[in-house]
C-alpha cells in the first residue's frame, strides 16, 4: 500500500473521476475525507470504500461556500492532526462563446473551477508547511491546455487552474509541497452533459471522439485514477508544478 495512514481529502468525489480518484487512494491506504456538495453521492462513495474494507468519511458541502469549506477543512485537521493529500477536483462546465455565456455562468465557473481550488489549497497549507510535506493535484481539462469550441468560461478557467498550479509549485517546493495539475481528455461522466447537449446528442459525441481522440475512445474513471495515484504519491515525488495530460492522444494533433 503505497499511501498507508495518509490522510487525503477528495472534492467532487461523490461521482466520476473524484470518485474513482477516492477508491485507488483509500485501496493503498490513504483514509479519505469525500468531499461532495451531494450528501446521497459522498455517502454511497464512502459506502462503496467501505465494502472494499478502505477507510474514508462523508464531508457534504458545496466547496465555493467559503465558511463550509474553513469549517470543513479545520474539522478534519482537528481530528486527523494533517492533510497529507488534497485532491481539488469539483469543477462545472458552463456552455457559451464570449456573447452567448450568461455572465453568471461565467462567475460561477470562476468560483467554482479556480477560487475554490484556491480557497481549499489556502486553507490546508498552513498544517501542510508545518508537516514539511504535502500533495496538492488540481484538476484543470485538457481544455486547459487546448482551445474548446465554445466554451469561454471553461476553457479561461482551466487555463487558469494551470497558472495557479506552476504558482503555488514554485512558491511552496521550499516547504516539501508538490503541486500538479491533472487535465483529462474525454472521461464519460455526467459532467460532459452540457457540452453533449451544445453538439446536439450523444451520436455526434461519440462521432466526435472518434474522430478528434487518437485512441478513439473515451477514457475510463480507473484510467484516469491511475495517473491522480501516481500524482498523490511518491512515485511522482520529484515533480512539481507539471501538468499531466491524460487524453488519449487529443492534443498531439
Ligand atoms: N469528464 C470529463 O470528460 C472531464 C474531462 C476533463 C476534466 N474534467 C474535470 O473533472 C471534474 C468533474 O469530474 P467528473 O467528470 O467525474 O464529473 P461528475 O459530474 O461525475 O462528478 C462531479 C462531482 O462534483 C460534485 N460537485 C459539483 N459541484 C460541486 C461543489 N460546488 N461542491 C462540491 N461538490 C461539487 C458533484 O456533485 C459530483 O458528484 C471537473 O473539474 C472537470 O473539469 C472532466
Known amino acids: 500500500m503505497i499511501l498507508k495512514d495518509r490522510v487525503a481529502v477528495v472534492t467532487g468525489a461523490g461521482s466520476g473521476i473524484g470518485q474513482a480518484g477516492a477508491a485507488i487512494m483509500a485501496r493503498e491506504g490513504a483514509h479519505v475525507i469525500v468531499v461532495d456538495r451531494s450528501r446521497k453521492a459522498a455517502e454511497a462513495t464512502v459506502g462503496a470504500i467501505a465494502a472494499k474494507g478502505g477507510s474514508a468519511e462523508a464531508l457534504p458541502l458545496d466547496v465555493t461556500d467559503d465558511v463550509a469549506l474553513s469549517d470543513g477543512i479545520a474539522d478534519i485537521l482537528y481530528r486527523h492532526g494533517g492533510i497529507d493529500i488534497l485532491h481539488n477536483h469539483a469543477g462545472a462546465q458552463v456552455a457559451g462563446d464570449l ?59 482551466k ?8 504558482q503555488m509549485a514554485g512558491d511552496y517546493a521550499k516547504y516539501g509541497i508538490r503541486v500538479n495539475a491533472l487535465c483529462p481528455g474525454w472521461v464519460d461522466t455526467p459532467f460532459n452533459e452540457p457540452f453533449i447537449a451544445q453538439m446536439g446528442g450523444r451520436s455526434a459525441i461519440e462521432a466526435y471522439i472518434r474522430e478528434k481522440v487518437p485512441l478513439g475512445r473515451w477514457a475510463s474513471v480507473d484510467e484516469i485514477a491511475e495517473s491522480i495515484l501516481f500524482l498523490v504519491s511518491d512515485r511522482s515525488s520529484y515533480m512539481t508544478g507539471q501538468i499531466l495530460v491524460v487524453d488519449g492522444g487529443e492534443t498531439v494533433v
Open 99 to 157: 456573447e452567448g455565456v450568461e455572465v453568471a455562468g461565467f462567475d460561477r465557473s470562476w468560483s467554482l473551477n479556480v477560487r475554490a481550488h484556491f480557497m481549499a489549497a489556502r486553507l490546508v497549507m498552513p498544517s501542510m508547511k508545518a508537516a514539511g510535506s504535502g500533495v496538492i493535484v488540481n484538476t484543470s481539462s485538457s481544455s486547459g491546455v487546448l482551445y474548446d469550441r465554445e466554451m469561454i468560461a471553461y476553457t479561461t478557467t
Open 159 to 166: 487555463h487558469a487552474v494551470i497558472a495557479m498550479t506552476r
